[in-house]
């Protein structure tokens, strides 16, 4: 299979120097890409700006915002035969509506942001594709109960565009010696826990074989 991996935050500029981000810091897309390629797929990573880089995948390109790392998808999708996205991405929700051309002046006492939403890229991935394309979503949660991950992981179903989505959660993170992820196949509802990355690309290669 021909598999792009995204990984890392996205980078939603307010000026030429400052970005709102997030903590994501695009290791479990590293891994992966080369725990994939390991099995022998055909790899590419598209990666955040200061994420994590991959051991063995040379297929990398960099993106920043929300709104360049679709337009690289919208190129790698549209011009290539990929057959899966795996959509590790930390994408900002939010971006702030304006960009200040140069350096905001910083000896104002108070600085007022207003944001506004960044379009949903998954739902819009396997319309960006020339062939059938399979697409592994992924949920972050911070403490949630069982009842609110299956919510979180039924809502990105319903907006469509996935065919599993992977689920983990920040609280659990920490307090685990290996990172837990929940590997939530449709339509079951009951996820698969793996532990590491190189378990979830273990179970994503048997997930495929399987479709």
């Known amino acids: 299979m021909k598999i792009l991996v ?12 400052r970005f709102i981000s997030n903590v994501s810091s695009g290791r479990t897309g590293a891994i992966l890409a080369d ?9 590419a990573l598209l990666r955040g700006e200061g994420s994590a880089r991959p051991q063995q995948v040379q297929d990398c390109e960099k993106f920043s915002s929300c709104a360049d790392l679709l337009a690289k998808l919208q190129t790698r999708l549209g011009t290539d035969t990929y057959d899966a996205v795996v959509m590790t991405a930390a994408v900002a929700d939010y971006r702030p509506d304006t960009t200040q051309v140069g350096k905001i002046h910083s000896d104002s006492a108070e600085l007022a942001i207003r944001l506004v939403r960044n379009p949903k890229i ?9 062939r059938p394309l399979r697409v592994i979503g992924f949920k972050f949660t911070v403490g949630a109960s069982l009842d609110e991950r299956r919510a979180a992981v039924l809502a990105q179903w319903a907006s469509g565009g996935v065919d599993a989505t992977v689920l983990n959660d920040l609280h659990e993170i920490q307090t685990s010696s290996a990172h837990p992820f929940y590997l939530w196949g449709r339509p079951v509802t009951t996820p698969i826990l793996l532990r590491g990355a190189p378990a979830l690309a273990a179970a994503l290669n048997a997930f495929w074989s399987k479709a």
């Open 122 to 130: 998954l739902p819009q991935l396997k319309s960006m594709s020339k």
């Open 6 to 17: 995204t990984a890392g935050a996205t980078r939603e500029p307010l000026d030429e120097v």
């Open 35 to 43: 725990a994939l390629a390991g099995f022998g797929h055909d790899v």
